[in-house]
């Protein structure tokens, strides 16, 4: 059995719980908002249309700030076809996903619903194919408290309290050649130091979000941070980051390690902007905005003809569901963001309803939580305080894809008078035995400890088995004299709190 042995040590702070971390994303795409959140003939609909089962799951999901409305959706859409009368918005093609919207759902309407559940929303604006003005107008729209022409709009439209939105995304992936619109570097650098110095202008605490790559698969990763920060360095707050992981050809090892492929990212793109900085003889530090993150089939998705020629309003697409090995992978993930709060300030999970998300839903039926849920709520639910460095003793073995990876992983936080402890078991056979000598934090008492593991690594949580996968109480787990002791199941994903 491996055996690994971890030291806290409260004075090691790392930064504090961001709790933007738990931010998540919902985009026009698919039916993440149609069907997802909003569904008037639903029995549980509210009287806005928006479904009460789905608005509870989001609240128990703990996210905090909800990026919107896209994605690649962003580049097609123009903000003034989702205000005002529904009767009078127009019907319109979205070329990113080849669908038809019918603006039912619009800025008004979903900030009610963030404010709903209790989350910050987080606005994109569409810099791909539209200016710098129609940028100033959302953003009058949105947030001047009145006396304007397009804040007196917002109050004729019934919505009579600015909604004060801080970040925003100048635009969404402009490397990538699907968005409708994708630039050069340099173009996009331009456009955004652009946009970001109007935006300013308007409000100086804005808090802007400049495109980083795709992916760090990219061609031009790097390059691209870099030309785009020498334009925009100035006016931005954030550079993003998006990352997506799954199973390659059954790799299971290296796609349990995958929260080290997003350590290095971080580790790059942190390195790029200093670089940027350190030449502008800036004082100034850009943070990441880790915007969109997940497990995703992305390779079967790309292979799949799930939409056809024909143009439909919410079809079903990127409905993945996900195992446990993907709930442990995304629970892993989330302890690295948490691990990277020094520079990795904001962070959205994508999606959150039906759409590569841990909320699913059939349209008149159930809400359920995936797997994935799992992890997210109790992380977002017991994450407190200050982030510390860990000492971690613990064996290793070799992936194919990201190179010696350690068996065992964990992040822990200090509140003033509690402790949280994340874990996750990489092996996949053997169960793991941990011992975390937690004495600096003064913890005397085990208050909770939950595991996610099952002998099936693939199962999972469907329509017909809503609760195959739940979190399980750990009996294994001691304190004694300071010294925590825990068997971590193959493949699993375990929280603890202490008091
Ligand atoms: O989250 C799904 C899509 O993934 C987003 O629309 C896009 O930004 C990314 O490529």
Redesign the pocket.
């Known amino acids: 059995m491996p055996r690994a042995h971890i030291v806290l040590d409260k004075q090691a702070v790392i930064a504090p719980v961001r709790r933007r971390t738990f931010g998540s ?1 919902v ?1 026009h ?1 698919g039916r993440c908002v149609y069907t997802g959140i909003y569904e008037p003939e639903h029995p549980s609909a509210n009287k806005d249309g928006f479904r009460m089962d789905v608005v509870d799951l989001v609240r128990e999901l703990g996210s905090t700030t909800i990026r919107y409305p ?4 962003v580049s097609g859409f123009r903000w003034e076809d989702s205000v005002g009368p529904r009767e009078n918005r127009p019907v319109r093609r979205d070329l ?1 996903w080849h669908s038809l919207e019918s603006n039912q759902v619009g800025l008004d309407e979903f900030a009610a619903w963030c404010r709903l559940t209790g989350s910050e929303l987080m606005l994109a604006v569409n810099v791909a194919t539209r200016g710098i003005l129609p940028a100033l107008d959302l953003l009058e729209y949105a947030n001047h408290p009145s006396g304007t022409a397009l804040s007196d709009l917002r109050i004729a439209n019934g919505t009579p309290h600015p909604h004060n939105v801080r970040m925003w995304c100048l635009g ?2 402009m490397d ?1 050649p ?1 968005q409708t619109g994708f630039m050069t570097a340099e173009d996009y650098g331009k456009t955004a130091a652009r946009t970001a110095a109007a935006m300013k202008a308007a409000d100086k605490d804005l808090e802007l979000v400049v495109c980083g790559s ?1 992916g760090s698969g990219m061609p031009t990763f790097g390059d691209w941070e870099r030309t785009v920060l020498e334009h925009s360095y100035d006016h931005v707050d954030y550079i993003s980051c ?1 990352a ?1 992981y799954q199973e390659h050809d059954g790799d299971l090892g290296s796609f349990l390690a995958s929260a080290l492929d997003m350590d290095y990212f971080i580790d790059t793109v942190v390195a790029t902007a200093d670089h940027v900085g350190y030449k502008k003889r800036s004082a100034k530090k850009i943070d990441i905005s880790f915007d ?1 993150w ?1 497990v ?1 089939y992305l390779k079967e998705h790309q292979e799949s003809h799930e939409v056809d020629d024909r143009w439909r309003h919410a079809p079903r697409q ?1 409905e993945d569901v996900y195992s446990v090995a993907d709930a442990v992978v995304v629970g892993n993930l989330l302890m690295t963001l948490l691990n990277r709060g020094d520079r990795v300030t904001s962070a959205s999970l ?2 959150l309803v039906n ?2 998300a841990p909320i699913m839903t059939e349209p008149g039926g159930p809400a359920w939580r995936q797997t994935t849920f799992h992890p997210f709520s109790i992380t977002s639910r017991l994450a407190a305080g200050e982030v510390i460095r860990p000492v971690i003793d613990s064996p290793t073995y070799e992936t194919a894809r990201h190179g010696q990876a350690a068996v065992i992983d964990v992040t822990a936080t200090v509140d003033a008078d509690r402790a949280a402890v994340f874990l996750v078991n990489r092996d996949t056979a053997q169960p793991a035995h941990v011992t975390v000598d937690v004495r600096s934090l003064g913890s005397t008492r085990v208050l909770e400890t939950l595991t996610l593991s099952d002998p099936d690594v693939y199962a999972k949580n469907t329509l017909t088995d809503q609760t195959r996968v739940v979190p399980h109480t750990n009996a294994t787990t001691t304190l004694t004299d300071g010294v925590l002791t825990i068997e971590l199941p193959p493949v699993s994903w375990s929280a603890l709190a202490l008091g």
């Open positions: 994303f985009e795409l896209g994605g690649n959706f990113a969404n992936e990538g699907w795709s998006h997506y969109e997940n995703w990127l994508a999606q759409v590569i």
